[in-house]
C-alpha cells in the first residue's frame, strides 16, 4: 500500500472553556489515500472541524501526530506551516470567505500572491481556474456580484491556485441550494476525476456524502465507523 | 509575499473604507498642514528679519533711550547732545550720529498725495549707516538747510514706471506740529539706491532732511530719538556696545545686530515652539485615530484574516499589510498636508507681506514625520492582527 497523504495517530484536542477542560478529539486515527474523495459526517459539536483544522495545519493538537505527505507537521514552525497550508491544502469555506473588495480574478490570485508567483504567470493561472469552474467571463466580478454557487466556485478555484494535492471543505453545501450543491459536486468529483486531488469533505447532508467513495462516521470526537461505496483500486 | 503585492493589497484594502481612510487622512493633513505652514512662516520671518539685520550693519549699534522691558516695550527718557558726547568718547566707537525719527511729512506731487516718514539726519548718518548709497546727488553738508534726500520709492513710487521726483526738484511739504500746520519747501539733493528696509529704519520709504531743520520744523528741541554708532570693527562691537551701556546706566538701551538677532530668534523660537507644540498635539490626536480605526478594521476583518492566513499568508505578511495601510494613509496624509501647509504659508505671508521659506526639504521631512507617526500607532493593531489564532478568526462572526 502506498504511504497516506493524510495520516492522524491517536490524535486528541482538548479546549479549555470556562476554565474546564473540554475534550473534542479523543484520538482520532485517520488514514487518507491519496486520489480519495471521502466525507466526514456526525451530530453537531462532535468535532468534524476541529479534526478538519487539524488536517488543514490551521491548528496543532493537544497530543498526537498528523502527517501530511508523510511530514508530522509538529516538526514544523510557524513559517513553515503557513507554506504548506499554502501549497500542499485547498480550503473550501462554507460561507466562500472571499475578500469583498477583490473581483473573482483577485480572489484566485491571492494564493499565489502570498506564495510570490509573478504577476503575469498568476494572472494567466487564475484565468484558466476560473474558466474551469465555469466562470471565464465573470473574472472582473466582485463577490457581491456573483450568486452562492458562483462564489463557492470562485473559492474552488482560489483553492485549486497553486495546485495543492489535498482539498478541506467544511459544509461547503451548507450555503446553497441542492440543485447548485449538486453542480458543485459534479465539479468536485470531476476535479478528483481529472487531476487525481484529493478531497475531505464534512457535510451534514446525507446526499452529498452518498456521492462519496468512502463516508467516516464521526461522534463525540472519534470514528465511530466507515462506509465504503467504491473500491479504490 | 512580495512588497509590490502587500502595497496593492493594502490599498486595495484602504479603498474598500474610503470614508474612514479619509477621516484618518483628515486627521493626519491637518496635523502636516499646521506643521508645514507654521514652519514656513517662521522660517520666513527668521529669513527677513536676519535680512533687515544685515541690513542694518553687524558693527553698527543703535542707542534708544530708556529701558526695553521685557516683551520690547520702551520706558520713558531721551537722548541729549551731552549724551552723544558721552557716546562718543567710549573706547571703540568710532563714531555717533543723533537721529531724529517718527515724523510724518504730507506732500502732493502731480496731484497724488503722500505721507511719509522723515528722518532729520547729520552728514555722518550716510557714512556710518554703509547701507545708504546714493544714486545721485549728493550727501548734506554743514550749510544745508531746506533740502532733502529722498529715498528710491519716493523717486518712483512702485507701482510707476517713471520717476516723479528729479534731482532739483522742489517738493513743499506740510508737517503737523502740536496741531499747527507747518509748511517748507525742499530741494531734492539726493536720491538713495534701493536698501530694502533695514532695521530701525525703511530707507526706501522715507526722507531724510538735515538734523538742524528737522529740529526747527518738528520743535524737538534738544532730544534725539536715537542714536546710530559704529564700532571700530565687528570683533569690538561687543565691547563698544557694553561701555556705552556703563556710561549710560539705565538711560539708554544698545541694540547691535547680533542682540537684536538673539532677541527675535528667542521670541521665534517661542512662537515655534508653541504653535510646533499645537501642530504635534493635532498629530498625536491624528495617530490616537489611526489607532482605533484600525483596531476596528482588524476585529472587522477577523474572519478575511483567518481566511488570508489559512490560504498560508504568514504572520509577517498580516503584519507588513496592516502597516502598509497605515504608512499609505501616513504618506497621503503628510504629502496633501504639506501641499496645504504650503498653500496656507503662501496665503498667510501674502496677507502679512511676507516671504515664506517653503522648502522641498521640509516637504519631504513631514511626509516622513506624518509616515513615522502612523506606522507607529499602526503597530500595535497590525501586531494584533498577524498575531491572530487563525482558527478562532475563522470562527469569528
Ligand atoms: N476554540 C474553542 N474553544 C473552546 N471550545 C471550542 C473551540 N472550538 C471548538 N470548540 C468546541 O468543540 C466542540 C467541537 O466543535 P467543532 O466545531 O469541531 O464541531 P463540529 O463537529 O464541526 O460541529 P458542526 O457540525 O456544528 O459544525 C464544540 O463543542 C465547540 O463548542
Ligand atoms: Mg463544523
Redesign the pocket.
Known sequence: MTKPIVETIDLHKT???GGRP?E?LKGVDLKVEEGEFMAIM?P????????LNMIGALDRPTSGEVHINGVNINKLNDNQVADLRNREIGFIFQFFNLIPRMDAQGNVELPMAIAGVSRGDRHKRAKELLGLVGLGDRADHKPSQLSGGEQQRVAIARALSNNPHILLAD?LTGNLDSRTGSEIMHLLRRLNEEEGKTFIL?T?DPAVGQQTDRLISFKDGIIEGEKKFKDLI | MNPVDTLLIAFNGLKGRKFRFALNLVGILIGCAAITGLISITEGLQDSVTGQLNVFGPSNLIIMPGEIGSGMTMTGGSLNWRDLDIVSRVDYVKGVTPIIANKIAEYTINGRYFATDVYGVERAYKELNPNTELEEGRNFVQSDSAVVIVGANIAQPLDLDEPIVELGDRIKIAATVDDVEKELTLRVIGILKETGSSFGANLDDSIAIPLKTAQQLFETGNEFSYFLAQADSIDVVDEAAGGIEEKMGDRATVITAASAQEQVESILGTIQSVLGGIAGISLVVAGVGIINTMTVSVMERTKEIGTMKALGAKSLDVLMMFLTEAMLTGMIGGAIGAGFGYLLAGIIGSFIDLTTSSSIMLGFEVVVFAVATSIASGLYPAYRASNMNP??AL?HE
Open positions: 479546549y479549555m472553556s473540554l473534542v456526525g453537531s459539536g462532535s468535532g468534524k472541524s476541529t479534526l459544509e464534512i451534514h | 482558527v478562532e470562527r
